[in-house]
């Protein structure tokens, strides 16, 4: 990972307190019918989140996100590293009761209906009766189900879009702290997703720290605060979209003619070449359209300068696998 931006991150949040902070964290398998050969799922994993972000975690498949999760979760077990929880080891069972969890593939009781798969969670965290009353309705407002289907409709006549807002009901049954969601868009239609980034800004705006993972890059360009990427197990970068992209209010200009002078007040990096300037504009768009319009230039270009979130990690990941075939020959 870079260390200037792992660094100028941690200079910017060093004011507020860490939800997950790991230090070198290794997962290896053993596979094979003997248990005799190796793979290695995660090494020298070190980030951190803080308190009120919603993190975004990528990489492509089999690239660790699930198990760094799982981790995190104490559902299996490092083998090496450190990792802390809402600044206590993980494993801690005092900090179970802070956490909410939606899987990637959850199994509900699916003979259940959604209100009683709710009551029956609830229980699990030891919440009163009198507050179920209360919280179980809100969260099915939250998810956009109705009590009526929740009360009478049996899980296993859900959609996948139901399933998996029922799936965020539970994860918030406890009123957690940090919720942990993996792929919480997984196959769902435009509509669904919209859905659950609402929901995710909503538990944002109540200081809720969500960490998930997702292949769906412009949800996370959307709703994350800052992002890492995983790839082979290693954590190639991690920081704010400004830290990696750039600044989202950027224009790069191309264009020909008008006046020298009036152009170095609106562009900075101005440069000539084959009859042409460009430059980085400062200001506003349309003003500049006009103020060039005024003294006779033209503009041949003019895009947003930093990259998308899916540029940017189709871009990375190819770096590094044309990196690892360059060191293999």
């Known amino acids: 990972m870079s260390e200037s931006t792992s660094s100028a991150a941690d200079s910017a949040d060093s004011d507020r307190p860490l939800v997950v902070q790991t230090s070198g964290l290794k997962k290896v398998y053993r596979t094979g019918f003997w248990l005799t050969q190796k793979v ?10 803080y308190q009120g972000e919603t993190f975004g ?20 077990r490092p083998s090496a ?3 802390f929880l809402l600044r206590q080891p993980i494993g801690d069972r005092s900090v179970k009761q802070r956490v909410g969890y939606l899987p990637e593939n959850a199994y509900f009781y699916d003979f259940l209906t959604g209100w009683e798969f709710l009551k029956y969670t609830a229980g699990l965290f030891g919440v009163s009766r009198a507050v ?17 289907t929740a009360k009478k409709k049996q899980l296993r006549q859900y959609s996948k879009g139901m399933l998996q807002r029922i799936g965020m009901a539970q ?3 406890n009123n957690p702290e940090v919720v942990f969601l993996d792929e919480p868009m997984s196959g769902l239609d435009p509509l669904g997703r919209y859905r659950v980034r609402e929901i995710i800004l909503s538990l944002k705006s109540q200081g809720k720290t969500i960490f998930f993972n997702s292949h769906v890059l412009s949800d996370v360009e959307l709703i994350c605060d800052r992002i890492a990427i995983l790839d082979q197990g290693e954590l190639v970068c991690s920081g704010s979209l400004v830290d990696l992209l750039g600044n989202p209010n950027r224009y790069f200009v191309k264009g020909r003619g008008g006046s020298l002078d009036v152009l170095k007040k609106w562009m900075s990096n101005l440069e000539f070449q084959g009859g042409y300037w460009q430059g980085y504009l400062q200001g506003e768009p349309y003003d500049f359209l006009s103020s060039v319009r005024l003294m006779g230039g033209k503009i041949a270009t003019l895009q947003l300068s930093r990259p ?3 540029e ?14 360059r060191a293999n020959t």
């Open 171 to 173: 994860a918030l049954i």
């Open 308 to 310: 998308s979130l899916e």
């Open 57 to 76: 975690l990528l990489g492509p498949n089999g690239a660790g996100k699930t198990t760094l999760l799982k981790i995190l979760l104490d559902i299996i």
């Open 132 to 148: 179920q009353r209360q919280r179980i309705p809100e969260l099915l407002d939250l998810v956009g189900l109705s009590q009526v």
């Open 81 to 83: 590293g450190k990792a």
């Open 312 to 325: 940017f990690f189709v871009e990375t990941i190819r770096q590094r696998s044309e990196k690892g075939n």
């Open 40 to 49: 290695t799922s995660l090494q020298d994993c070190s980030l951190s989140v």
